[in-house]
């Protein structure tokens, strides 16, 4: 089905900042907008500050004149809800209140025509819960966006229970019209984003509760070592951590207390003194008028080596002995348990157990750990973690080798996983679970952190570049460390790597003989190519396989 005509009207119950951002999009694709709202005078407000919000963007050259006039000429405030007669699709922008929700589409029902679609851009309340309140729940799903509406890429197409699909598809395309990435998913707690981003927020927390780092740390290492755009702190203080916490508890509520979704009594307690970020001038950071910003902590310089042995394949940190190289240090090659030997120190990139178990179990000493990077090259920054009782002399030369590649170096404690891994490999978990479920398609989850939360990359994406054995051992690191189940593995994950290790059927049993093949696109059963919710497909920049022969999630 075909996106909805610009001349079809489009409806917004509710003018603050998520429903003018809604109106805004759809009015410059070309709809006739009516823009409602319960408060006096507020949808009117809503219009001329959609018409200042132009003018701007035609002063900086990135609209004209001309079409500023015509959007805003589009746009309509209106005094009540009888007003929406007119329009063909009706989305609800208003309070996080299911009654209150409800109530309001049992309203529309009786004002909008029999052939209207109506949408809500709830963010955590259940589309199945919502439309079970109307007659007709079959046209009715959520069509959520991002904050800011105009700005942000992403829209969830999210269905309820009783969602007719030609309704669906509607939505789909008509988000698609409106410029925006547009995703599908079904009515679960969180969505895709709201679910799959709680890791991001939670280990960065977690880590700081244990002290193994301060939040301008973390958030230095996430950007400059992940490639995120914000860390974790820094995001949370701009979302307001009453939002932040909310969602969070919410989640963790819905999936009837599951660890992997535990709120944080840090971020608790900033709600309680009313530090919820910038909005209130104070958060994890203070965001008053002229405070400084505090600084990664960045170890002193250290002496350059003059000679590194690579033992063995360094998987995903690879990319260091052509760096090493180029910054014109002598490398040796040697078998080996794929680590770097540099003056009698071992330098190993993180596995999930922490530097003190693994020096202990691997009889490594001394031993320090460095965490995973986007791209080492790019990276800009690289923590380590050493092992307790590595003496100073060892830390000063695992310092002093990622100084000469140009790199900032912070030194945290002993957290198993380090930062940026510990991190990942719960996002690919979650968003492995997420797709196992039936939440989502692959393909769409790691759109949807791309483009909803500007991930560098989408978190299955990731785990192919790492390698699932790599990240599965990560994952199993941190439970035995933790002894907790948020730290559990994805089955999906667990079963990925098992098909890999399937060996082929004999020559003459293969595919021209009717068997079906045991691939990752299928495992045997009679539907596996045709049941995609358990699938996870490789992303299309990866080559089948994987790269450097590690196992593809897909």
């Not at 500050?49 to 006039?69: F, H, N, P, Q, W």
């Not at 505090?294 to 000679?307: D, M």
């Not at 042995?309 to 090659?333: H, K, M, N």
């Not at 559990?488 to 093949?517: D, K, T, W």
Request: glycine content about 10%; hydrophobic content about 45%; proline content about 6%.
């Amino acid at each position: 089905m075909a996106a909805l005509d610009p001349s079809v009207t489009v409806a917004v119950v509710g003018a603050g900042a998520m429903g003018q951002g809604i109106a805004q999009v759809a009015a410059q694709a070309g709809h006739p907008v009516l823009l409602v709202d319960s408060r006096p005078g507020a949808a009117r407000a809503a219009v001329e500050s959609i018409a200042k919000a132009l003018t701007a963007l035609v002063e900086k050259g990135k609209r004209t004149a001309a079409e500023r006039d015509a959007t805003v000429d589009r746009l309509h405030a209106v005094d009540g809800l009888s007003d929406l007669a007119p329009a063909g699709l009706v989305v609800e922008a208003i309070v996080e209140d299911l009654d209150v929700k409800r109530r309001l589409f049992a309203e529309l029902e009786g004002i909008v025509g029999s052939d209207a679609i109506l949408a809500t851009n709830t963010s955590s309340l259940s589309v199945t819960a919502i439309g079970a309140g109307v007659r007709r729940p079959e046209r009715l799903a959520g069509l959520h966006f991002f904050n800011p509406a105009p700005v942000m890429a992403l829209v969830e197409i999210v269905s309820g229970l009783a969602t007719d699909a030609a309704v669906l598809d509607t939505l789909f395309d008509t988000a698609k019209a409106w410029g925006k990435s547009t995703v599908r998913c079904r009515s679960t707690p969180g969505f895709i984003v709201n679910r799959v981003a709680r890791p991001f927020y939670a280990e960065g927390l977690r880590l700081v509760q244990e002290q193994a780092a301060d939040p301008a740390t973390i958030d230095a290492v996430m950007r400059e070592a992940g490639g995120f755009r914000m860390g974790p702190f820094e995001l949370m203080d701009l979302i307001g951590h009453d939002v932040n916490f909310a969602v969070t508890r919410s989640v963790h509520a819905a999936y009837f207390g599951d660890p992997r979704f535990q709120p944080s009594l840090i971020q608790q307690e900033l709600v309680e003194a009313g530090r919820l970020g910038r909005k209130t001038g104070r958060g994890f950071y203070d965001h008053s008028p002229g405070a400084a910003r505090p600084t990664p902590r960045s170890a002193e310089p250290a002496p350059r080596p003059l000679r590194v042995t690579v033992q063995g394949d360094l998987g995903p940190a690879a990319g260091l002995s052509g760096l090493l190289r180029e910054a014109g240090i002598a490398v040796e090659e040697a078998a080996g348990p794929g680590v770097l030997m540099v003056d009698g120190v071992t330098l190993a990139l993180t596995d999930g157990r922490t530097a003190t178990a693994r020096a202990a179990e691997d009889g490594f000493a001394p031993l320090v750990l460095f965490d995973l990077a986007l791209d080492y090259a790019k990276a800009t920054r690289v923590p380590l973690a050493l092992a307790d009782g590595t003496p100073s002399e060892a830390l000063a030369v695992a310092v002093g080798l990622f100084q000469a590649l140009g790199k900032a170096v912070s030194v945290i404690d002993d957290a198993p996983g380090l930062v940026v891994m510990r991190t990942v490999a719960m996002l690919a978990s979650e968003a492995a679970d997420a797709a196992m479920q039936g939440v989502a398609s692959a393909a769409d989850i790691d759109i949807a952190m791309t483009r909803g939360v500007n991930y560098p990359l989408g978190p299955l994406a990731w785990a192919d570049r790492i390698g699932l054995p790599h990240v599965l051992a990560v994952l199993d690191a941190l439970a035995r460390t933790y002894g907790e189940d948020r730290y559990r593995a994805s089955a999906l994950l667990r079963r990925r790597i098992s098909a890999s290790r399937i060996p082929s059927p004999p020559r003459g049993q293969g595919q021209g003989e009717g068997v079906a093949p045991r691939d990752f696109a299928g495992s045997g059963h009679a539907n596996a190519t045709t049941d995609s919710t358990l699938r996870i497909p490789l992303t299309p920049t990866l080559s089948p396989g994987g790269r450097g022969g590690k196992e593809p999630l897909q």
